[in-house]
């Protein structure tokens, strides 16, 4: 389905809830298609199409909303959902916060071109070949026993928005993909890893045969782990998970959370809770983002921005309603699925990199662990505790040594970022980045 489709559709949607005596409207529509080849042992084991449409409308009847999606784009249905919609939201409870975007607010084209579309086009064999290539790369590795599997694959979506208030625009994107599982070691000693990359464009993929090769050498890695000491020690938080940390901070600074008092950071936006050299920046307009885009789900245009400066949190992530409920300013985040009301979610957000190489930043550690792989979602998102499940590497005297797994790391968000320190090794191939990360003082206990 094209966006000059679903354009149409979502335009014939606020037509009829005009029709139907709607105050005001707004209509999404999503598209997606998807590619993809797995094989396990060199042997293709599955190839899997998928294409999708939808369309969402949002209705108001004065204070009320209601909102419906549906993958039926017929004049029919549209019209019959356009009812629908209408006839639940005159129903509805009252919600003063709940409106459209000022029509002032509304982000105006012509919109800057994020060479998020990539005219590559790969066949079945294409990606079974890259599958395979991947899968071989990883079983080449000495050590790896046993395949769980390669995959490649190809997408492309797009994402369209109408308003009764004059907005109309879409975007559209690709997505490419590769990875390999494999499992090293026998019996009980075995251990698995993997290695995933994705990208908007194929050229910006690395080749399959690294990605298999690493997906090997991580599980080899982790054989025959010991069991870390106890007790409080620094954890240095590998790329790998290290952006783990900064989603936690996204999640705290989303406005619907701080309005319904849900978040860590409540009453915490004055203070410094970063040291000065911790900087976090956000660009949705970054070319071949992954997620790059120039309009949010209500209309607002999107801006590069600072999240962190200075040690300090720069503002709340907002959408029409919470930017109405706390009195704040539109920022540009409010994210729409194929219905319901709008959510907040940021786009290409990276903590930049610090001045001190990974050895440097652990030359002093006696002891302490280098995590790489976490486990659970043991976050409390009210109080900032955080303790989840880990394996790694030991750090004995500023050394990465032999893997260690069975253990817990342990400490609160707030007391976590105030002792940050960040490697140079930031990658922004990922929608969320950040370096090598040290946080004294955490808990480590074993299991």
Request: net charge negative; charged share 20%.
């Amino acid at each position: 389905m094209q966006s000059s489709l679903l354009l149409d559709a979502a335009s014939a949607l606020i037509d009829h809830a005009r029709r139907c005596g709607a105050d005001a409207a707004d209509a999404t529509g999503h598209t997606s298609s998807a590619h993809g080849v797995s094989v396990r042992l060199g042997v293709l084991e599955d190839i899997d199409r998928s294409e999708s449409a939808q369309v969402g409308l949002r209705a108001f009847v004065g204070q009320r909303s209601a909102s419906v999606s549906t993958s039926d784009l017929s004049p029919a249905g549209l019209k019959e959902l356009a009812e629908r919609v209408v006839a639940m939201a005159r129903h509805a409870p009252e919600d003063p916060f709940a409106a459209l975007a000022p029509e002032a607010a509304l982000a105006r084209g012509p919109f800057p071109d994020l060479a998020i579309t990539d005219a590559s086009e790969l066949s079945a064999e294409e990606l079974r070949d890259r599958a395979r290539a991947a899968e071989d790369a990883a079983r080449a590795v000495s050590g790896v026993r046993n395949s769980e599997g390669g995959s490649a694959s190809v997408g492309r979506g797009g994402s369209v928005l109408v308003t009764s208030t004059g907005f109309a625009a879409a975007f559209e994107g690709t997505s490419h993909a590769l990875s390999a599982s494999v499992i090293a070691g026998e019996g009980d000693g075995m251990q698995r890893d993997y290695a995933a990359r994705s990208a908007r464009h194929l050229a910006d993929l690395p080749d399959p045969a690294e990605v298999g090769r690493l997906a090997g050498e991580r599980a080899v890695a982790r054989l025959a782990p010991a069991t870390p000491s106890s007790g409080a020690m620094p954890v240095v938080f590998d790329p790998r998970v290290s952006a783990s940390l900064v989603g936690h901070l996204l999640g705290a600074m989303a406005a619907p959370s701080i309005a319904r008092r849900a978040s860590f950071l409540v009453s915490r936006e004055k203070e410094t809770l970063f040291p000065d050299a911790i900087r976090i920046v956000e660009d949705p307009l970054r070319p071949r983002g992954l997620r790059s885009r120039p309009f949010d789900g209500e209309g607002i245009a999107c801006t590069p921005r600072a999240l962190v400066e200075s040690g300090r949190v720069t503002g709340w992530l907002t959408n029409v309603a919470s930017a109405a409920q706390l009195g704040l300013p539109l920022t540009g985040h409010a994210s729409r699925g194929g219905g319901g009301t709008p959510g907040v979610s940021p786009s290409n957000v990276d903590l930049l990199a610090g001045g001190e190489t990974v050895e440097e930043l652990i030359a002093d550690i006696a002891d302490g662990v280098l995590v790489d792989y976490l486990i659970g979602q043991g976050i409390n998102p009210v109080t900032g505790d955080y303790s989840r499940g880990a394996a790694g590497r030991r750090i004995v005297n500023g050394r990465i040594e032999g893997p260690v797994a069975g253990f817990t790391i342990a400490g609160n968000l707030i007391d976590m970022f105030a002792s940050m320190r960040a490697a140079n090794d930031l990658e922004t191939y990922r929608a969320i980045n950040a370096p090598t990360l040290r946080i004294d003082g955490m808990t480590v206990a074993a299991a």
